[in-house]
């Protein structure tokens, strides 16, 4: 089989497109770069879903932290104590087992027991968590000079919020939000070995690159490849991150502009 045949039978098998049945034996490099490929979709999915919605729920979860009632302040300040004080992986389990016992009760949580809905209620409650508390430290950083000259200029309420001081956070907050970003698209490997079942043996990336493992006693190929596709991801969304860092710092001289820089996780 030729390798563009390869990459036409299983280049969408991560998504049901495609051969269903993995390959036995003989497995060639192709076969191992196009299934691990197929399976960075489902990381893909996981990682620009949670966050792209979890951006939004951290900015009002940094909101209600820095809110002087205690309705809003409470809520928030435990939200983000919980989900950062615990690991990924455990939420995962006990995401799982409350998502199981929900559905004992009514079959509308059946989907939310799967991974391409319950592992991802979870990672977008993860990040939210975490980049809230980035966007809370940048809200408290904003300089009073700048709310002042907004009170100056009779802004006011949402306009004062939207024109001074949701740019500024954002600003301040984007090179630890980029950070953020770059793990938690590395954190969607932990979905594979949660407790959250792949689809008919559709799962992501870390899901075949064990199965070559496994199957040719042979780790230092998949794995490589699997780090090599993560790798890619992360260059792009450091360049995208980068864009939008210039963008948010262009009316700064150059010497005041902030640079993105990357910061090795070792433990989360």
């Given amino acids: 089989m030729s390798c563009f045949q390869t990459v036409q039978d299983y280049g969408l098998r991560a998504i049901g497109i495609g051969e269903r049945l993995l390959p036995r034996e003989d497995f060639t490099l192709c076969e191992q770069f196009t299934?691990?490929?197929?399976?960075?979709?489902?990381?893909?999915?996981?990682?620009?879903?949670a966050l792209v919605l979890g951006f939004f729920f951290a900015t009002a979860l940094a909101l209600g932290k820095a809110s002087p009632r205690a309705i809003f302040r409470k809520p928030s300040e435990w939200?983000?104590?919980?989900?950062?004080?615990?690991?990924?992986?455990?939420q995962f389990f006990f995401g799982y087992?409350?998502?199981?016992?929900?559905?004992?009760?009514?079959?509308?949580f059946d989907p939310?027991?799967?991974a391409w809905l319950g592992a991802l209620i979870v990672l977008f409650f993860n990040t939210s968590a975490y980049s809230a508390e980035i966007f809370y430290g940048a809200l408290r950083s904003i300089p009073k000079g700048d709310v002042e000259a907004a009170d100056a200029y009779g802004l006011t309420g949402w306009s004062r919020f939207k024109r001074v001081i949701w740019p500024t956070m954002l600003r301040l907050a984007w090179p630890a939000y980029t950070n953020e970003a770059i793990f938690l698209f590395h954190a969607t490997t932990l979905v594979y070995i949660s407790s959250f079942p792949a689809w008919q043996q559709r799962g992501d990336a870390l899901y075949y690159a064990s199965y070559f493992a496994d199957k040719t006693f042979n780790p230092f190929i998949p794995y490589p490849i699997l780090a090599g596709y993560f790798i890619v991801l992360t260059l792009v969304v450091i360049s995208f991150y980068g864009l939008v860092n210039r963008r948010l710092n262009r009316h700064l001289p150059e010497a005041r502009r902030q640079k993105i820089?990357?910061?090795l996780n070792l433990i989360r």
């Fill in 97 to 108: 087992f409350v998502f199981l016992s929900l559905k004992s009760y009514s079959q509308f």
């Fill in 112 to 114: 939310f027991t799967s």
């Fill in 79 to 90: 939200f983000v104590f919980v989900f950062r004080g615990s690991p990924l992986f455990i």
């Fill in 261 to 263: 820089r990357l910061r």
């Fill in 35 to 49: 299934l691990i490929g197929s399976g960075m979709i489902w990381n893909v999915y996981f990682g620009l879903t």
